[in-house]
């Protein structure tokens, strides 16, 4: 849970490097053989930054049971299968329904030594050859990034208008559904209409 609303993400990979410190490897492959605008970037920077935010939080016992419940609309009270019974009980476990594997599963990550993540990285490679392109490493700052996501959230949750991309990602609105009635492109096009007739005039 990350600013009232439940969030699931898919870190790619997990490993620690040799001074000891939890890297998280994010693998982004390209068309091109160069690395993505700023525009793009920015967008793989957040995503790698919420990865943190989940993770640290899991591994710090901050996710509630009830939270997990109620987001996923569960059933803690559900018996448990009489095969996964039999492998619990194989392990040395002794729960009878998925609240009690769900219950067992945050505490074991509460009590565990998983330490939050350290260092963040992105590394793309090419498409078609799978040639490395290059890596970069992310920064962090949480009061940042938990306010671009309360940014970003008070759209999905009716509280501000869309907002047009910036102009370096306006190919996104060749793909876009809602081309034919974006405000945004209208408006840039008049801007770019008026503009044009103003220097045709001088």
Known sequence: MLEGVFLVGVIDELHYSHKGELVLSELK???????????????HHF???????LF????????????????????????????????AQKLGLHVHTFGG??????MTLSYSELPAIDVLKIEYCHQGSSDAIGTREVSFDEAGVRAELRNHLSYWIGQREPRGVDIEEAWKCRSCSFEEHCEWR??????ATASNQTKRFK
């Open 29 to 43: 492959t390209r068309g091109p053989r160069s690395l993505p605008g700023r525009a793009q970037e920015r967008s």
């Open 47 to 53: 995503q790698v930054r919420l990865y943190k935010l």
């Open 56 to 87: 640290d939080s899991m591994v710090r016992g901050l996710l509630e049971r009830d939270a997990f419940v109620q987001s996923l609309n569960l059933r803690p009270e559900q018996p448990l299968g009489s095969g996964v019974m039999e492998h």
């Open 101 to 106: 594997v769900l219950e067992l599963a945050l």
């Open 186 to 191: 209208r408006e840039r096009a008049e801007n």
